[in-house]
């Protein structure tokens, strides 16, 4: 148990669907990341918020949508995907100022049909 | 943009034996995380170090950052089953404070 848990830990939807990822922190953390995790390729950073605002956005498509309306909660909408966006999606937590140390949930695994 | 290169990408070795993984990059950073990340779940953390030269022991796992701060390394000893899976390295821009730069990863399989 890291302390960030995300909902739900499967999903497969249709290129049409409008779905959300959810993502929890209990740290007390003021950052919290998204995270796209394709096989045979390093981790890509997605959103960056701190303290609540989106501070960093990677050129990602429009069709995913971050929403942090707190600190502790931070969610991706997903709309009109595509087949090639089928990956883990981790989000993260930190405190910053305080080094480096982020903490990872344990995934979702989004399939697009 | 930093790169981190790790090698081997793959690895498979016998229970008992000793292995080292590399994380190399042109790049100063201000730490370098290592994480293990299991088929399925999110990274966990193993070790952050943060000073030159800096070793971290835990158990059988030996960690070393760099003198400059560009590269480090993860020393198994007497590898298990249990130690399979991914082990990422990640570099914090010395910048930008808490933005980590990602290596590729090593996959390890430990046979019995």
């Known amino acids: 148990e890291t302390g960030v848990t995300q909902t739900p830990r499967h999903l497969v939807m249709g290129m049409t669907n409008k779905k959300s990822l959810k993502c929890e922190q209990h740290l007390g953390h003021n950052a919290m990341y998204w995270y796209k995790q394709s096989a045979k390729k390093p981790l890509e950073l997605m959103f960056v918020?701190?303290?609540?605002?989106?501070?960093e956005n990677n050129s990602v498509p429009s069709r995913f949508s971050p929403e942090c309306p707190n600190s502790s909660h931070l969610f991706l909408h997903l709309h009109t995907l595509q087949p090639e966006d089928s990956a883990l999606y981790l989000c993260?937590?930190?405190?910053?100022?305080?080094?480096?140390?982020?903490?990872f949930g344990e995934g979702s695994w989004l399939t697009v049909v | 943009t930093q790169l981190l290169e790790q090698s081997p990408q793959f690895l498979s070795i016998q229970e008992g034996e000793n292995l080292t993984v590399y994380c190399n990059s042109s790049?100063?950073?201000?730490?370098l995380q290592w994480y293990r990340q299991e088929p399925g779940e999110g990274p966990v953390l193993l070790v952050t170090v943060v000073t030159g030269g800096e070793v971290k022991k835990l158990k059988r796992l030996t960690f070393q950052f760099g003198d400059a701060r560009k590269d480090s390394s993860l020393h198994i000893t007497a590898a298990q089953p249990g130690d399979t899976g991914l082990y990422l390295c990640?570099?914090?821009?010395?910048?930008?404070?808490?933005?980590?730069?990602f290596g590729e990863g090593t996959q390890l399989t430990v046979n019995p």
């Open positions: 790049s100063v950073f201000s730490s």
């Open positions: 990640a570099g914090a821009d010395v910048t930008s404070g808490s933005r980590l730069t």
């Open positions: 993260a937590s930190s405190q910053e100022g305080t080094g480096n140390t982020i903490y």
């Open positions: 918020y701190s303290l609540e605002e989106r501070v």
